[in-house]
Each structure stands twice: as C-alpha cells, then as structure tokens.
C-alpha cells in the first residue's frame, strides 16, 4: 500500500528567500501525490531511488541525479523503497538560465555539498551574510549542471509502468520482452511498441540502462565489481564491464568510489 506524504515547504515563511531547501525523509515507498508549486525546484535524493513523473515525462532519480520542475508543473514522486530527498525550492525569476523545462542534471559532490549544507540553514537568512553566498553559489551549480542524456523515461502506462517500477526496486530479476508481453496480456510486437512510445526506448535499451544507472551509486559507494554486476542482472563481471564500457566509454573501475556521473 502506498504511503501517501505531503510537501508544502512553503508554509510558515513570512518572506520568502530567493531559494530554499527541504529535507524529506519519508518511510519506504512513501508516494507524494500530484501537486504545483508556485516556485521551481531541483529534486534530489542523498540516498534511495525516486520516481518522478510530470507531464512533460517520468524518470527514475538515482543519488547523483536530480530532477529540475519550473514552477507551476504538475507532478508527484514515488519513492523506490527507502530514500532520503533533499529539495530546493527556487522563486520565479531568480535565475534566467535554470530552464522552463524539466530536466535531469548531474549532482556532483559541490552541488551536494551545498544541498546539505542548504538544508540546515534558516528559512529566514539575512540577506547579504554567509547564507546567502552559500545559496547564491547553489543556484551557479543547478544553472551550470548539464542536462544528461544517461537517464532513465519512466512509462506512463500504468501496467508497464509497475513493471518498470518493480526492475528499478530490484535490478537483478530477470526481464525479457517476452515474459512481460505475456504478463501484460499482449503479445511481444505489440509490447515493443508500446515500450517505445512510452519511453522512446526499446526495450533492451531501457533494461541496460536501467541497469547501469542504478549501479553508479553502489560503485561509487565502493562495492566490487563482482557485487554490482550480480546485483543488477549480469551472469558475470566481464559482462558488465564490457556493457559499461560500450555505453560510458570506460570501465567501471573508473567509478569506484568516486561520485557518479
């Protein structure tokens, strides 16, 4: 059963700042229903995985990710199990490059940092301080992060989307076109389209990269090799490695124990 949460950082602020940030750490697979916000926002988790869906798509959010929603777009969050999320909250007009669309950035060791750091600070900062600087220096870092192409579209199809869902809680079960065409009640043709439509991914594509994504946090935590690629639905660490260097370039050992890309 979902256990349904509610966000409304805006309450209790008698004059807003120009950023704010919001620590949320909900019980597992806490769902956050559909909801606006009159400021835009950076979604990030320190730990866990979400799920973020708005109109303009759905995406699974890894720690190393974070999800940029302009002000006024609908959307609602799905936690992965356990997750601790940070958010910052951003008025109108304070940057003209944060973008008035939804993006997925990456969330480097700085940026976390000063998410962090934003968090414990007062809602109310005196403006022209420390604090300030410190959220003034958080707003260059969203600005500056490049949109990435390595994430994950989540299906807005409902059966599919379950599906998809339960993979990215465990990478490590099996999934094949087939087995998921015959739990949908369809046959694979017609699964295989709808998968692109719904992802603009086939579905082998999506599987990988599902895969890969969700790996990059536990090597940067410094698991083996042998560890990740076994928890994430490889028969052996050369298969990973090789599938990790086709997609990135190099070998997962590039990653251990450093922040994801």
């Known amino acids: 059963m979902d256990k349904e949460i509610n966000l409304r950082p805006e309450e209790g602020e008698s004059t807003p700042r120009a950023v704010a940030a919001l620590a949320t750490d909900p019980l597992g697979d806490a769902f956050i229903p559909s909801h606006v916000h009159r400021r835009g926002q950076l979604i990030h988790a320190i730990a866990g995985v979400m799920l973020v869906r708005a109109a303009a798509g759905s995406w699974v959010v890894p ?10 777009m609908a959307h609602e969050i799905r936690m992965a199990g356990v997750v601790k999320m940070r958010t ?4 109108p007009g304070s940057r003209a490059d ?9 969330v480097g060791e700085l940026l976390r940092a000063l998410i962090v750091t934003a968090v414990a600070l007062p809602r109310d900062y005196a403006p022209g301080g420390r604090d300030e600087r410190v959220m003034e220096l958080l ?13 994950v579209p989540m299906p807005g199809h409902a059966r599919l ?3 998809c869902e339960a993979l990215v809680r465990d990478p490590s079960l ?3 076109l087939d087995e998921w065409a015959q739990r949908l009640h369809m046959n694979s043709r017609t699964l295989a389209r709808l998968f ?5 991914m086939n579905f082998g594509a999506w599987c990988r990269q599902a895969r890969l994504l969700l790996s990059l946090p536990r090597l940067a935590a410094g698991a083996s090799i042998l560890e990740v ?3 994430h639905g490889y028969e052996s660490p050369s298969a990973f490695t090789a599938m990790f260097r086709r997609t990135l370039g190099v070998p997962p050992s590039a990653y251990l124990s450093r922040s994801p890309p």
């Open 229 to 231: 690629a076994l928890a």
């Open 161 to 163: 989307a379950a599906l």
């Open 139 to 151: 707003l260059d870092e969203i600005e500056a992060a490049p949109a990435l192409s390595l994430h």
């Open 88 to 91: 910052v909250f951003v008025e």
């Open 98 to 106: 944060l973008g008035a669309g939804c993006r997925v950035i990456h």
């Open 174 to 176: 099996p999934a094949s």
């Open 196 to 200: 692109q439509r719904e992802t603009g």
């Open 63 to 72: 720690p190393g990710r974070g999800v940029w929603v302009p002000a006024g």
